[in-house]
């Protein structure tokens, strides 16, 4: 167990409001990603971190921003939900060695109605 | 750019049938190769991986070899049973990128 904790596991939102989605990992690991996953698209990087402030942008970063003040939390923020956001959100971690895993959270799931 | 091409599902086999899910993938370089099992309502969790060609990653019965000269990583169990239901994610990381490429995922169901 990687010690990841995605908060909240889910929510129902209209479109137009800010939504933060947290990722908490206990462990102090540098990289944390988070991605979408889509029937047919499978998952879909969002954005990533490098570190603390260190943060860059993955293929579907439109309408999403990040922000990482603390190693251990990872934020990802809708400022203004549309319903084409309405998906399975996953944060990952990566242990280790270049070669080393990503360690996925359980997930959010998130409907924009 | 880098890609993954997954074969469509869903796949239905019956327990103890044998599987393969196919994989194929564009990449720069020599990428590291994985996959993945999501179970329903949980995170994705590494099943294999193989960083090398002729690497065979093997877990819990399943088995991928890394094919460089066909570009692929299929993804084979001889008998699969219930418990193997699940969604299965072929993965690259493709030199020094921080970051996995996804396919589209083959959802697999096995009836008893």
Known sequence: D??????????VTETGTPVTLRCHQTENHRYMYWYRQDPGHGLRLI???????????GEVSDGY????SKTEDFLLTLESATSSQTSVYFCAIKTGASDSPLHFGNGTRLTVT | GNSVTQMEGPVTLSEEAFLTINCTYTATGYPSLFWY???????LQLLLKATKADDKGSNKGFEATYRKETTSFHLEKGS?????????????RSGSA?????????????LP
Not at chain 1, 50 to 56: A, I, Q, R
Not at chain 1, 65 to 68: A, D, F, G, W, Y
């Open chain 2, 98 to 110: 921080r970051q996995l490429t996804f396919g589209s995922g083959t959802q697999l169901t096995v």
């Open chain 1, 47 to 57: 954005h990533y971190s490098y570190g603390v402030k260190d943060t860059d942008k």
């Open chain 2, 80 to 92: 699969v049973q219930v418990s193997d239901s699940a969604v299965y994610f072929c993965a690259l």
């Open chain 1, 2 to 11: 990687a010690g990841i904790t995605q908060s909240p596991r889910h929510k």
């Open chain 2, 37 to 43: 099992v999501q179970y329903p309502g949980e995170g």
């Open chain 1, 65 to 68: 921003s990040v922000s990482r």
